[in-house]
């Protein structure tokens, strides 16, 4: 039966995915910003070379690896319920002081200090979220129902980057400022409309990694693999546009905007076109389409080219993002799918990170030469690719054998 043969009215009408699509809404609106312009802050304000703004991420992503094992393990153990209100308290938290920490021009050590601590949150929040979502659908529902949560986070991206290029241009304080309002509102949304959805695991005291099931691991890899090139979004994309082509913080706000545009209207349409193929072609056809339009900045400057080109980078995303959540979602436990998605997590971010510190290396070593900066990145898409098809379908067929 085809994925998207279900009324997308029939989940939305679920009160927990409410919570969780409208959590995703305010955390994107609120939040989006925060990722894109530190890069700016940090090269533009504070006088950084672009590639530490790279070596950032790289370190957000790394401390990040053991919270989400960690955190996978906490919401199959203490509850979906109990972690989504826990987390937007401590990120409000986190938020508010980073805020006046950049009002009052506190050391730039301590400011990074502060930002690198609200990935490792945040992705426990991803995961309950992920949790919640496979906990009240069925599995023909999954990549639907995970589309329905990428709509919802762009139409706060649809708003929230433009917002920020605005409040970044007047002072960089309001971005985080904004940011710590929207955890209030998401804490309020888990509060009122979540109760615990999952089959919860009794606790042994022991975190677990499901190293066993080979099967996962392969595919975690593979997803791993495709962020690699997709993670050339955020920090690479925005040095880019701001440094190679002196784009104005307002200007690069719109053009986020038109992604999460982008993704509201395509991204059923796109859902549907793609269902006959399985989730490895998916994934191969979304890395190389993110590729192709990555390489074709190289060639436009008119902001109305980037703006279009933008789209298409936005297909290729409208393709993968969907697809992975669902894969990871079909191969776990009831039980254990805060573990579950929290290995993946742990897997793939031995390998993504390396996305923007490549990214930002090649905007520092070839900032006259844009061909020279993307076209590693469409190589490597078209290498995934290729390693995608090949191993994803060998594995089904070993699976089928079985």
């Given at each position: 039966m085809p994925e998207t043969s279900f009324t997308y009215r029939s989940i939305l009408i679920r009160k927990q995915m409410q919570a969780v699509s409208g959590a995703q809404f305010i955390r994107v609106l609120a939040r989006s910003q925060i990722w894109i312009f530190i890069p700016v802050y940090?090269?533009?304000?504070?006088?950084?070379?672009?590639?530490?703004?790279?070596?950032?991420f790289l370190l957000t992503a790394i401390i990040a690896l053991p919270f989400s094992v960690y955190g996978g393990n906490l919401v199959d153990t203490l509850g979906r319920r109990k972690i989504s209100l826990a987390i937007p308290i401590f990120l409000f938290a986190l938020m508010m002081i980073t805020a006046f920490s950049i009002l009052y021009r506190a050391?730039?050590?301590?400011?990074?200090?502060?930002?690198?601590?609200?990935?490792?949150?945040?992705?426990?929040?991803?995961?309950?979220?992920?949790?919640i979502v496979s906990d009240v659908t069925s599995i023909g529902e999954r990549t639907g129902s995970f589309g329905i949560l990428r709509?919802?986070?762009n139409l706060g991206f649809s708003a929230g980057p433009a917002i920020g290029g605005f409040l970044a241009d007047y002072s960089y304080f309001y971005i985080f400022i904004f940011g710590a309002g929207g955890a209030i509102v998401e804490f309020l949304l888990y509060y009122f409309l979540v109760n615990e959805t999952g089959k919860l695991r009794t606790?042994?005291?022991r975190f677990n990694v499901p190293f066993s099931d080979r099967y996962f691991i392969i595919v975690a890899a593979l997803i791993?693999?495709?962020?690699?090139?997709?993670?050339?979004w955020g920090t690479t994309l925005t040095l880019f546009l701001s440094v190679i082509y002196m784009v104005p913080n307002s200007m690069i706000g719109i053009l986020y905007s038109i992604n999460g545009i982008t993704v509201i209207a395509l991204q059923m349409p796109i859902i549907r076109a793609i269902e006959r193929f399985n989730g490895f072609n998916q994934l191969a056809l979304g890395t190389i389409v993110y590729?192709?339009?990555?390489?074709?900045l190289a060639f436009i400057h008119n902001i109305i080219l980037l703006g279009l080109d933008i789209v298409l980078i936005t297909i290729g995303e409208n393709?993968?993002?969907?697809?992975?959540?669902?894969?990871?979602?079909?191969?776990?436990?009831?039980?254990?799918?805060?573990?579950?998605f929290g290995s993946a997590q742990l897997i793939s971010g031995f390998i993504s990170p390396l996305a923007?510190?490549?990214?930002t290396l090649l905007i520092y070593r070839n900032p006259h030469d844009p061909v020279m900066i993307w076209s590693p990145v469409l190589t490597i898409a078209i290498f995934a690719s290729i390693s995608i098809v090949i191993i994803g379908n060998r594995l089904m067929r070993s699976v089928a054998k079985r």
């Amino acid at each position: 039966m085809p994925e998207t043969s279900f009324t997308y009215r029939s989940i939305l009408i679920r009160k927990q995915m409410q919570a969780v699509s409208g959590a995703q809404f305010i955390r994107v609106l609120a939040r989006s910003q925060i990722w894109i312009f530190i890069p700016v802050y940090l090269t533009e304000l504070r006088g950084l070379p672009v590639y530490v703004s790279g070596v950032l991420f790289l370190l957000t992503a790394i401390i990040a690896l053991p919270f989400s094992v960690y955190g996978g393990n906490l919401v199959d153990t203490l509850g979906r319920r109990k972690i989504s209100l826990a987390i937007p308290i401590f990120l409000f938290a986190l938020m508010m002081i980073t805020a006046f920490s950049i009002l009052y021009r506190a050391n730039v050590v301590v400011i990074m200090a502060e930002f690198l601590a609200i990935e490792p949150i945040s992705v426990i929040q991803w995961i309950a979220d992920n949790a919640i979502v496979s906990d009240v659908t069925s599995i023909g529902e999954r990549t639907g129902s995970f589309g329905i949560l990428r709509i919802a986070g762009n139409l706060g991206f649809s708003a929230g980057p433009a917002i920020g290029g605005f409040l970044a241009d007047y002072s960089y304080f309001y971005i985080f400022i904004f940011g710590a309002g929207g955890a209030i509102v998401e804490f309020l949304l888990y509060y009122f409309l979540v109760n615990e959805t999952g089959k919860l695991r009794t606790s042994t005291g022991r975190f677990n990694v499901p190293f066993s099931d080979r099967y996962f691991i392969i595919v975690a890899a593979l997803i791993g693999v495709t962020y690699f090139v997709s993670g050339q979004w955020g920090t690479t994309l925005t040095l880019f546009l701001s440094v190679i082509y002196m784009v104005p913080n307002s200007m690069i706000g719109i053009l986020y905007s038109i992604n999460g545009i982008t993704v509201i209207a395509l991204q059923m349409p796109i859902i549907r076109a793609i269902e006959r193929f399985n989730g490895f072609n998916q994934l191969a056809l979304g890395t190389i389409v993110y590729g192709i339009g990555f390489f074709i900045l190289a060639f436009i400057h008119n902001i109305i080219l980037l703006g279009l080109d933008i789209v298409l980078i936005t297909i290729g995303e409208n393709i993968l993002a969907p697809v992975t959540n669902s894969i990871i979602s079909k191969i776990a436990p009831e039980d254990r799918r805060g573990e579950y998605f929290g290995s993946a997590q742990l897997i793939s971010g031995f390998i993504s990170p390396l996305a923007p510190v490549m990214g930002t290396l090649l905007i520092y070593r070839n900032p006259h030469d844009p061909v020279m900066i993307w076209s590693p990145v469409l190589t490597i898409a078209i290498f995934a690719s290729i390693s995608i098809v090949i191993i994803g379908n060998r594995l089904m067929r070993s699976v089928a054998k079985r």
